[in-house]
């Protein structure tokens, strides 16, 4: 077992992709690649100890009683390809469709991927749009002829040829520009969009969260204020660097032209950025609906709440952030021992199915 | 917002759901109105948040009058269960003004360092409770005679006579009481710790020296800060207050009889409820009762006391009666159906419905053994276990319909009979289906 400290990745892919498990102690465990490429699990805090367990993804059920749709979850990450937050976040999905936790996470998981196809066809008109507004063409025809008919498919056809000639490119080598473009922009969108995307929502709401816990810590003298100003830190830095991210996409989405022109150059930057911002917003959906969730509950269950969201608060890994939050984690830590959580029924060792239905709940509002 | 505090009133429950901040600003707002019909009013539909947010309120007398027996009084929200000995507030709010008056602004303008904050305050409070105890048991015997009848505006029935008997009594033990709070927070205490009942004791041999007459209104007041009254039942036996044997058995018969009053209530309460609609909340009331009852049984045979052996066999026979017929009754029929005609998106709430009544399955099996309903709640999740095992069979295995059946059969098999037969059953069933 390592502690905090000795546990602080450079990297987000050290860091690991939190994992929506159900089972209260897994509950957003990180899953990441050993030096043999074999998947690990990293579990924090295990009965209120310093420090992080590594444990082999293969063994995860031995360790540990899981529920049922943990179990499949677990099998699904393990066939897939990889573990990035977008491969874990598919598992996600694709596990809560069975409705192995719960028709509300059913429900969740369908308006999820309802969300990512509408995303999808959005995406890919906006970029026609500036694909032809880059060259001085107007899109409002194809609008007018309607996107899904054929007479719209067919002018969109005939202003991209327009356009790739103007471009000097193939009009497949646009397409697939446009295409590779769309795919790597879907979860983000573009900032002209009317209906923001995946991340740019968990942004906004991120910042809620920040204002949420900084209001809640200030003028508080309870014990846990400390932590619950530590989470805030670590949203604004997140932000910091999101805000970053973010900016630098739209600004290459607005130089859509030379983005096309130069799309082998560009191509690595776009791909690395929307990448690195799902690394970023990795595992703040669940603390956010968590907080969310709290802010209906007395006193005490919020300061209960603001230590559980400590335990899984997704730190910037050393490369990413100037100051070191593991080291800061670690001295919160040291200064706010607690008593033993109940994760599991003390008597017989069955898992705490009261808090398995909580984390369902929050589940189905964080898809 | 509006800042005209009296726009302030017509806002009444609209006050529950604005934000914290705001919420503050308000009560801080009300306050300044004063202590009017109406502000009280507001109070009493915004209390269940004002217990919730505790906005630091003005030091009023009044407040400082109602501190030492607070915790009697009953929240409106009524998700705990109620002080044993409730305090209506309605009699302090007639109460308070009359008590200000007999003892005049002179004297209350002496001790008016005790609505202030540390040390400074403990001596002028003692001074003022003091007054005000001596003053309700002269107002308390002037009413008893007949008099201050119109001043209180009240019609003095036996419950209004005992809640000021209880007022006065109480305020003659509120410096132990001031001590008993710290001992006893935060507010609702879940567990007694070995420092809590040191406490208690502690002071409790003060207050049965030098007021033994109040030591029986002490222990319901700490009792009033715990989740269940009851626990303190089990822990009172074996503490040594100084008192006699025979008084000590008497205010253990006294407050016996008041938690098993209490735990009759609430049985009652549930048995009442005709049509269920939240089968866990059944469940959990269910498990709730059986803890207070196990509590207060437990306490009994320490005390060798058979008394409230009938009582308490009955309050048994009514949760084992709320079991059978909100819990078990019809949960296979209910599930089975639920899983057997789930259409993909539709129909949610049933699902939940149906989800539910395997939680409260699942939470009965702690308690079905001492409610004498073991081999029952056995032969009902045997039952519908096997068959959603079935459902589970034929979908997954078989191909018979569609997969999420299968699954959702599954995970119903797990709220009820846990994760552990879940897993064994999904895997026998897909390694079935693999050969």
């Known amino acids: ?367 | 917002m509006t800042m005209d505090p009296h726009a302030l009133l017509s806002l009444g429950t609209k006050l529950l759901d604005i934000d914290e901040a705001r919420f503050r600003q308000v009560v801080d707002l009300l306050q300044q109105i004063g202590d009017l019909p109406e502000v009280q009013h507001t109070f009493s539909l915004i209390r269940p948040r004002l217990a919730e947010v505790r906005p630091k309120r003005r030091p009023t007398f009044k407040r400082l009058f109602c501190e030492p027996f607070e915790d009697l009084f009953q929240l409106p929200t009524g998700g705990q269960p109620a002080p044993l000995n409730k305090i209506d507030r309605g009699v302090v709010n007639s109460l308070w003004p009359l008590v200000e008056g007999q003892i005049g602004k002179d004297r209350l303008r002496g001790v008016t360092a005790a609505l202030g904050d540390g040390a400074s305050r403990v001596e002028p409070a003692r001074a003022f409770w003091s007054m005000a105890a001596a003053t309700v048991a002269d107002i308390l015997e002037e009413a008893e005679a007949g008099r201050f009848v119109d001043d209180l505006g009240l019609r003095l029935n036996p419950d209004r006579i005992r809640t000021i008997q209880d007022i006065a009594r109480i305020l003659t033990i509120a410096q132990p009481v001031s001590e008993l709070k710290a001992v006893l927070s935060p507010k609702p205490i879940q567990k007694l710790h070995k420092d809590h009942l040191e406490g208690i004791q502690t002071i409790g041999r003060q207050v049965a020296r030098s007021r033994p007459e109040a030591l029986k209104l002490f222990v319901l007041l700490a009792a009033a800060r715990l989740t269940d009254p009851s626990i303190l039942l089990g822990s009172l036996w074996d503490m040594d207050l100084g008192q006699k044997s025979s008084d000590r058995a008497t205010l253990f018969l006294d407050l016996s009889g008041t938690v098993v009053a209490q735990i009759e209530e609430r049985s009652r309460g549930a048995a009442t409820t005709t049509v269920t609609v939240d089968r866990m909340a059944a469940a959990t009331l269910a498990v709730d009762l059986m803890a207070s009852l196990e509590a207060t049984r437990n306490a009994m045979e320490h005390s060798r006391n058979k008394d409230f052996d009938q009582r308490l066999k009955t309050v048994r026979e009514s949760v084992h009666e709320l079991v059978r017929t909100q819990v078990l009754d019809g949960a296979e029929t209910e599930i089975l159906s639920a899983v057997e005609t789930l259409a993909p998106g539709a129909d949610t709430a049933r699902m939940v419905q149906a989800e539910n009544q395997a939680r409260a399955l699942r939470k009965c099996s702690t308690i079905a053994d001492t409610l004498g309903l073991r081999g029952e709640l056995k032969s009902v999740t045997q039952q519908t276990t096997a068959s959603l095992t079935g459902t589970a069979r034929q979908s997954l295995s078989e191909g018979v319909g569609d997969a999420r059946t299968g699954y959702t059969a599954i995970r119903m098999i797990e709220l009820i009979a846990g994760p552990a037969e879940a897993n064994q059953i999904m895997d026998d069933i897909l390694r079935g289906a693999r050969r």
């Open chain 1, 1 to 367: 077992m390592r502690s905090l400290i000795n546990f602080a990745p450079s990297t987000f892919e050290e860091r690991g992709a939190a994992v929506a498990f159900t089972t209260p102690v897994l509950a957003q465990t990180r899953v990441r690649k050993d030096d043999r490429e074999l998947l690990e699990v990293l579990i924090p805090n295990l009965s209120d100890g310093h420090g992080v367990y590594v444990v082999p993804w293969k063994g995860l059920p031995l360790a540990f009683p899981m529920t049922v749709h943990d179990r499949m979850l677990q099998d699904l990450i393990r066939r897939g390809d990889g573990c990035s937050p977008d491969d874990i976040r598919k598992a996600v999905l694709q596990a809560a469709r069975c409705g192995l936790a719960g028709p509300l996470a059913v429900e969740a998981a369908e308006a999820a991927l309802r969300d990512e196809d509408e995303q999808r066809l959005l995406i890919n008109y906006q970029l026609i749009v500036e694909v032809l507004k880059a060259v001085g063409l107007e899109s409002s025809d194809i609008l007018r002829a309607g996107l899904g008919s054929e007479k719209g498919e067919q002018l969109t056809r005939s202003y991209m040829t327009k356009a790739a000639q103007s471009l000097a490119l193939e009009p497949t080598e646009l397409y697939t520009r446009v295409a590779e473009l769309a795919t790597f922009m879907e979860p983000v969108g573009i900032a002209s969009s009317p209906k923001p995307a995946r991340l740019r929502r968990l942004a906004r709401d991120l910042l809620q969260f920040r204002d949420s816990m900084t209001e809640w810590s200030t003028g508080n003298v309870s014990e846990t204020a400390p932590i619950g100003t530590f989470c805030a830190e670590v949203a604004e830095h997140t932000l910091n660097q999101v805000r970053n991210v973010v900016n630098q996409l739209d600004q290459s989405v607005a130089a859509f032209e030379l983005l096309l022109r130069q799309w082998e150059v560009k191509r690595p930057l776009v791909r690395r950025a929307t990448t690195r911002l799902s690394w970023l917003l990795d595992g703040w959906d669940f603390i956010i609906a968590s907080w969310a969730e709290a802010q209906t509950r007395s006193k005490h269950e919020q300061e209960m709440a603001v230590h559980e969201l400590f335990r899984v608060l997704p730190l910037l890994p050393k490369d990413e952030e100037k100051s070191d939050h593991a080291l800061l984690a670690d001295g919160l830590l040291a200064a706010n021992r607690r008593t033993v959580r109940a994760y599991v029924d003390w008597r017989s060792g069955q898992l705490d199915m009261d808090l398995v239905m909580r984390i369902e709940a929050i589940k189905a509002k964080a898809a």
